[in-house]
């Protein structure tokens, strides 16, 4: 896609005119500078861009008769006339953000002040066996827009968590084989007619909680996608790490128990096999239909197919001995694995999140217990482990992140005053 999304057509028709490719790079910064800093009067911007005061007058007039900007009046004086302050106006643009999980789907939409303005649109559907998958969810996303009002034309562009290995040179999936002929942003592109961007789910997280969650401003955290599998997303020296094929973070696949049940990936005894989401829950399943009592009958109405992870740690809030047993013991296997990460990245923070994060102190106490065991202590010190304060948020803040990025990614190569 040549076209910049944020911008009108025209803008860019005459890329070639060198005035208008500067007039369009310093609306740009300015829109960068707003999303990012918020308020802002004219002086403050034209300190930030390096442009004179009639200029930056001019160019704010534009934004706002684009409706891209707003006046948003008086500013707290400091000394002298108090000035004029600016913000983006939230609903100018929009992005989609697609959470894509092996079993179900989650989209919605977000403005630019990254509120989610539409209701949650869900698809529930087997990543690896569902051919129409993606029709599916441009159907659902369609309802959504219909739904809230807005006018597709306003859609900047949609951002994709998607689950398991995808290679960095092509953008192909190397995990699920019905999305590995082509590219995996062509897959959505065909269908929505807007800019694409695919990354590993357990990595859009990460980038969710650095902008707008509990790693804001942290140079070194690594961000644990716990669902149905088990994913790293890993920010080192404050930038996203995404390893030499793009392939960085499958922590979930280090053998924990030789011969154990068979993971996924075709090994055995898996970390993933015994601490993710998907594995309490099936062990819950097994001991509910071998007779073990536990408020998770009730909740499941007695039916052990209805176990998933959440119901484990709602029972485990409810204090049933059994749930927490059971976390307990995720906690202690998740905490072998987590004393490797803190030995080897030095890590200030690591973030539970996916639906296990939910269980809070239930995990986060026998996993640190373990870690006393199993990490270096000196390390471990310097180590703070939480749990996402954006819970089910965190990939859709980041594939909202991720597209917001790429469309600023031109004003790189432009430093301040070159406008
Ligand atoms: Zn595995």
Redesign the pocket.
């Known amino acids: 896609m040549n076209v910049d999304p944020i911008f009108s057509r025209a803008d860019m028709m005459e890329e070639n005119s060198s005035i208008r490719l500067k007039k369009f790079l310093l609306k740009k910064r300015i829109v960068q500078l707003l999303y990012l800093e918020g308020n802002k009067s004219i002086p403050d911007i034209g300190r930030a861009t390096g442009m004179s005061i009639p200029t930056i007058t001019r160019t704010i007039n534009e934004l706002i008769d684009e409706g891209l900007v707003l006046d948003n009046g008086i500013g707290a004086s400091i000394g002298g006339r108090r000035p004029n302050l600016y913000l983006l106006n939230p609903e100018a643009r929009y992005v989609l953000g697609i959470d894509m999980g092996r079993f179900s789907t989650r989209i919605s939409i977000l403005n630019l002040s990254r509120q989610i303005i539409s209701s949650d649109g869900i698809i529930v559907s087997e990543l690896e066996n569902d051919e129409s998958i993606v029709e599916k969810i441009f159907q659902k996303a369609k309802e959504l827009i219909a739904n809230t009002g807005i006018d597709y034309r306003k859609l900047i562009g949609v951002g994709v968590a998607f689950p398991g290995l995808i290679d960095a040179k092509s953008g192909m999936s190397q995990t699920y084989k019905n999305f590995s002929d082509r590219p995996l942003s062509k897959f959505f592109e065909d269908k929505f007619d807007l800019p694409v961007f695919v990354e590993n789910d357990a990595r859009v997280m990460a980038l969710g909680e650095s902008y707008f969650g509990l790693a804001q401003g942290k140079e070194n955290v690594l961000c644990l996608n716990i669902g149905a599998g088990i994913g790293l997303g890993m920010i080192l020296n404050g930038k996203l790490y995404r390893g030499n094929s793009g392939f960085a973070g499958e922590f979930?696949?280090f053998e924990v128990e030789p011969e154990g049940k068979l993971?996924?990936?075709?090994?055995r005894g898996?970390l993933?096999?015994v601490a993710s989401g998907s594995a309490i829950a099936k062990r819950a399943q097994i001991d509910m239909a071998n007779g073990m009592i536990s408020i998770l009958g009730r909740l499941t109405d007695e039916t052990p197919d209805r176990i998933d992870a959440e119901t484990v740690v709602k029972a485990a809030q409810l204090e049933d001995q059994y749930a927490i047993g059971l976390l307990s013991e995720m906690g202690e296997q998740l905490g072998k694995g987590i004393a490797v990460l803190i030995n080897i990245f030095n890590p200030e923070m690591i973030i539970l999140g996916g639906k296990i994060g939910m269980a809070e102190n239930y995990i986060i106490d026998p996993l640190q217990l373990s870690l006393n065991k199993y990490a270096i202590s000196r390390i471990k010190r310097d180590c703070q482990i939480v749990t996402s304060k954006l819970r089910e948020k965190s990939a859709l803040l980041g594939a909202f992140a991720l597209v917001i990025d790429k469309i600023f990614e031109d004003l790189k190569e432009y430093p301040n005053n070159k406008f």
């Open positions: 979930g696949h993971c996924i990936c075709g090994k898996c993933e096999t």
